[in-house]
């Protein structure tokens, strides 16, 4: 036990202190507890630093920092449980080698910069980032800042501060002033960070060295080359960033974590825009987008006219069925009126019947004037009052008929036609009619397989033709490319001979001009150069006459 927690495992030891993993039987939580070494509680400065840790990584709450729970002692051994978190740290990761995409470096960089301007924000330096201490929750897609070992508030009493000269921290990580043993702030946090991106960026230390005194002179003195002179894929952007934090100035580097962390939030942007733009413009010869831009226009074209000709043809089909279907539904019902009238009810059952057998109609029912089937192609409903059909739905009036839409007793869609059974203008009965859609779908049905086919293949022909053209274009694009790579490479002789007429033989003619202008320029440059050549040489031999001459009487002189 370690005061009121139940220890369950040793989980890691560091330098100065043991980790436990501990259960809480308070509160049932499972949390990690932190320990000082007996060799260093004994130590008043390791004692006062360690429980310096408990008081200002316990005022500050960020979702980028480990949260401290609780602060205690254990006899004459002082202890603080806090947040659990069984993850890797980015140690590990870098000890194994693993190169991280620099998108996560990027979000990675985002979170501790954001952390630490909350705990600067709060007075509290952290002052020993590095990898160990940065954990990789959810898969490496959150980190959190652990460890606030030796950390402090700047205005705790002199005598629990650090003693000057006392190296803390880690040699690799530290920033000059730390090596110097000179005052720190939140910036001296930021020179570290920026040890860790150049690492994860370039996949070595931003400073390294065995000898302890040289790595700090390296710390002190030394700028390291440019990540992306290591890692060529390293952007220009994060070079600058990456730099700039490790400036020897503070008043150099990033004065506050908002200003990194809005810095590596524009990396992250432009690198997202980058990869988007690659992906929208991968390579695609010009003949085959010609082909696919062309045949996916005349596709989309197809289709809008398609479904105007197949919404104009089902209105054209819809209007004569709706005509036919109401003509026979009125002839029907004057040809009932008189059995109706003598309620002689034998006659229609037989010719429903006979038309049913014959299929002449759909459906058809016969109702008396106070709404009870007396005939039906649907035997089961005589006798009965007429209920509206399955999906019946209104749709349509004609003069003296009502259209619906109904489904059958078979699952066929149809309209139904309602007309009045008249006597002297008197409704006597109704006749309920149905045609079947059947007939009209099959022919919109047709019609929009004919048009489909007919599009396929003017699309396949239009992409056909734009592909064959593309290449010709292509042909005299690559041409031009060669010719001016060629020119490019001191081939002043190259001559565009293909001439044709149109934009692409205006290009040629160009090129060939350009080419004489060129050569003429050099011929010339060449000239002059020969020249000046010539009269250094005359002028040579004219100053050693002279200097013969004045030899020589100097020589008679004396």
């Not at 369950?8 to 501990?22: D, H, N, R």
């Not at 940065?134 to 959190?144: D, S, Y």
């Amino acid at each position: 036990m370690i005061g009121r927690y139940k220890v369950q495992s040793l989980v890691g030891e560091g330098a100065t202190a043991f980790v436990y993993k501990a259960w809480d039987p308070a509160i049932d939580r499972t949390l990690a507890i932190k320990i000082l070494k007996q060799e260093f509680s004994a130590d008043p400065n390791f004692s006062t630093r360690f429980q310096r840790e408990a008081r200002s990584a316990g005022a500050i709450s960020h979702p980028g920092i480990v949260t401290i729970y609780d602060v205690g002692q254990a006899g004459e051994t002082p202890y603080i449980a806090m947040e659990l978190l069984d993850e890797d740290s980015l140690a590990r990761v870098l000890a194994g080698g693993e190169r991280l995409p620099l998108e996560k470096i990027l979000s990675i960089g985002i979170q501790l910069a954001s952390a630490l301007d909350y705990a600067h924000r709060r007075g509290i330096v952290h002052r020993d980032i590095k990898p160990a201490n940065i954990l990789l929750v959810a898969g490496g897609e959150t980190v959190k800042l652990t460890d606030f070992g030796i950390a402090r508030f700047p205005t705790i009493d002199e005598m629990q501060k650090t003693q000057v000269g006392t190296v803390l921290g880690t040699p690799r990580y530290m920033s000059p002033e730390q090596v110097a043993a000179r005052p720190l702030d939140g910036r001296s946090d930021l020179f570290s960070l920026g040890a860790i991106l150049y690492e994860l960026a370039t996949g070595r230390p931003a400073f390294e060295n065995d000898n302890m005194a040289l790595l700090m002179l390296q710390v002190l003195q030394i700028t390291p080359p440019l990540p992306s002179a290591i890692a060529p894929g390293v952007p220009g952007g994060l070079d600058r960033v990456i730099m700039k934090l490790l400036h020897k100035r503070p008043e150099q580097r990033f004065q506050s974590g908002k200003d990194l962390a809005d810095a590596l939030q524009r990396e992250l942007e432009a690198l997202q825009d980058k990869e988007k733009s690659e992906r929208q413009n991968r390579y695609l010869p010009l003949r085959v987008k010609l082909a696919l831009r062309a045949g996916a226009a005349l596709a989309l074209t197809f289709v809008v006219c398609m479904t105007i000709v197949y919404g104009a043809e089902r209105r054209v089909l819809e209007e004569q069925v709706f005509n036919d279907g109401a003509s026979l539904a009125k002839f029907v019902a004057v040809e009932a009126a008189l059995p109706v009238l003598g309620q002689n009810w034998l006659p229609l059952k037989l010719f429903v019947q006979d038309a049913k057998a014959r299929g002449s109609f759909d459906y058809l029912a016969v109702t008396d004037h106070d709404g009870i089937v007396q005939a039906s192609t649907e035997k089961q409903s005589e006798g009965r009052v007429f209920a509206p059909l399955p999906g019946q739905k209104a749709i349509a009036d004609a003069v003296g008929v009502s259209i619906s839409s109904i489904t059958l007793p078979d699952g066929r869609s149809a309209f139904l036609f309602d007309t009045p059974i008249l006597f002297q203008q008197t409704r006597i009965g109704t006749i309920h009619l149905g045609v079947s859609q059947a007939g009209m779908h099959s022919v919109l049905e047709a019609t929009l397989a004919l048009l489909a086919f007919v599009g396929m293949i003017a699309v396949a022909a239009v992409g056909s033709l734009s592909y064959f053209f593309g290449g010709m274009i292509g042909k005299s694009i690559r041409l031009l490319r060669d010719s001016l790579a060629a020119l490019g490479e001191g081939d002043f002789d190259r001559r565009l001979s293909r001439i044709s007429a149109d934009e692409f033989g205006e290009l040629f003619v160009a090129f060939n001009g350009m080419a004489e202008k060129m050569q003429s320029r050099l011929a010339a440059l060449t000239r002059d150069r020969s020249q000046e050549a010539e009269g250094e040489v005359k002028l040579a031999d004219g100053t050693a006459e002279m200097t013969a001459q004045d030899g020589a009487t100097l020589l008679l002189s004396a």
